[in-house]
């Protein structure tokens, strides 16, 4: 199984930006599609970001132009960077592996406060 390890996450004020790194072991990593999600306070897990396999992103409409994503397989690693931070981005983000079987990282915070 896939291990996931997140960093990153921090205090940040609106309008910020941070990059959040997910790091990989376990598995071949080039094989496998990965993913961002996010838990707001009071709120459901939801899909950010993904990428596949090859590099080819997508992204919910919510941070279209704001976040990107990326991968590099040399290093086994998945990032999120995160620009133009507002307060509703506040969540916990998690790491999440297409792989089989699915995998999660234990989740970063990120606060976006003044």
């Known amino acids: 199984q896939v291990q996931l390890v997140e960093s990153g996450g921090g205090l940040v004020q609106p309008g910020g930006s941070l990059r959040l790194s997910c790091v990989a072991s376990g598995s071949i990593f080039i094989a496998y599609a990965m993913g961002w999600y996010r838990q707001g306070p009071g709120k459901q897990r939801e899909l950010v970001a993904g990428i596949t396999s090859v590099g080819t992103p997508n992204y919910a409409d919510s941070v279209k132009g704001g976040f990107t994503i990326s991968r590099d397989n040399a290093k086994n690693t998945v990032y999120l960077q995160m620009s133009s931070l507002k307060p509703e981005d506040t969540a916990v983000y998690l790491c999440?592996?297409?792989?089989?079987?699915?995998?999660w990282g234990q989740g970063t915070q990120v606060t976006v406060s003044s």
């Open positions: 999440y592996a297409f792989s089989v079987p699915r995998s």
